[in-house]
C-alpha cells in the first residue's frame, strides 16, 4: 500500500515510518521536519520506498497525495504548553491544517485514514475506566483542537457512506526510544531526569491518572487501523493503549526510582493537575485484536540503557517540544529583524 504519513518525521512517526516500509508499504511522509533529519537512516535504506515532502499541512500542494492508498495524520504541535505558546497558531496547524488534510484525502480518493487523537480529550474524567463513548472534559486548547479533528473525521466518513473509510485513534501517553526522541513525556523524562540528577519531581499532587502506551505499540496500532477490514474501523474511535498501563504519577515516580537507585522523589509546589483519566482499552483487544507488547518497565529499561550507553543525550534541544518550538520562534524573529540577504553572521566573503 502507498501510505502518506503526515507528522512522519516526528516521535511517533520516525518509529512508524520505517514499521511501515519494513512491512513492505511505500511511504511519503509530509512534515516541517522541525527536530531535524529524524528519518536518515530510513532513507538510506528504503531509497525510492520512500519520499520526503517537506511541507506545511495547512498548504501543502493536494499532488503530493496523487497515488496515496492510505493516509496517517501524526502531525501538529504535540503538547500543551507548545499549543499555548501561540493559540491562533495551534488552532491553525492542529485544527485548521488537521481538516484541511482529510478533506484533501478524500478529495483525492484516499481510501482509508487515521487520525491520532489522544486520551487527553477525557481531560477530568468521570471515574475510572472510561471508553470510547465516555463524556470527555478537555482542560487544554490541545485536547479541545483533538476532539474539534476527531468529531470532523468521523463525520467525513458518515457523509461519504462509508467510501472514505475514516477513524481516530486516541494514544495513551507515549513513552520509549525513537529517533526524534521526546524528554517532554512522564515516563522518558522521569527516567530522564533520576538518570542526569537521581530527582524526580512530581507535579500535579501525583494522584492522577494516566495511561502509558510503548511507541512501537502506537506504530503497531496505526498499521492495525490502516490494514483492518473497512467494517471494523469507518466512523470508529478506538482508545489505544493497555488496561493495565493505567498508572497514577507518583507511583510511576515510585517505579522510575526503584530502576535507578539512589533517586529521590519531590513533590513540585504546582496547583492540582486538572488531567486525569483512567481508560479502558477492551475495544481495541475485541475489535482489532490488538494487544500491546512493551510493559511500562520495559521502557524504563530501555530509556536508561541508551542514556547509559551515550546513545541519547539528555542535554539536545530538539528532544524537548516546547524549547525547539521557542528556539525556531527566536531564530524566525532574529532572522526577519537582522538578516542581510538572508544571513545573520556570514557575509558571501567570509
Ligand atoms: N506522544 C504522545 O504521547 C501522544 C499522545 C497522544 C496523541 N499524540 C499525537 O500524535 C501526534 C504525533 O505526536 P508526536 O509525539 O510524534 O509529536 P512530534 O512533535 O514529535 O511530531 C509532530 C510532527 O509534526 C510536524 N509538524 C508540526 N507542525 C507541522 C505543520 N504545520 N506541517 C507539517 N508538519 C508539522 C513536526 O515537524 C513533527 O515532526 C500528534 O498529533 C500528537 O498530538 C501524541
Redesign the pocket.
Known sequence: MHVLV??G?????SVLTPMLLKEGHSVTV??????GPTLSVAEREYGTKLRLVK????SFSPSVLSGVEAVI??????NDPACDLEADLTKS??ID?GKRLAVLAREAGVRRYVY?????VYGHGEGLGLVETSNRHPVSL?ARA?VEVEDFVKKLAIDSRGEFESCAVR????FGLSP?M?FD?AINVMTKNAYVGRRIMVDGGGRQWRPFVHVQDVARAFIAAITAPSEKVTGEVFNVGSDGSNVQILNLAFRVRDAIPGTEVVHALTDPDLRDYNVNFEKIRRVLGYETTVTIDDGIREVLAALHDGRLDPDERRWY?LRQYLFLREAERALSELAVDGRLLSSPLS
Not at 9 to 13: H, P, Q
Request: with cysteine; hydrophobic share 35%; net charge positive.
Open positions: 503526515a507528522g518525521a516526528g516521535y511517533i512517526g509530509l512534515d516541517r521536519f522541525y527536530f511541507g506545511y499541512i495547512r495524520d501524526v502531525s501538529g504541535i504535540s496547524v492542529n491544517g491520532s487523537s489522544s486520551c487527553s490541545y483533538k494514544l495513551a501517553t507515549v526524534r521526546r513525556l517540544t
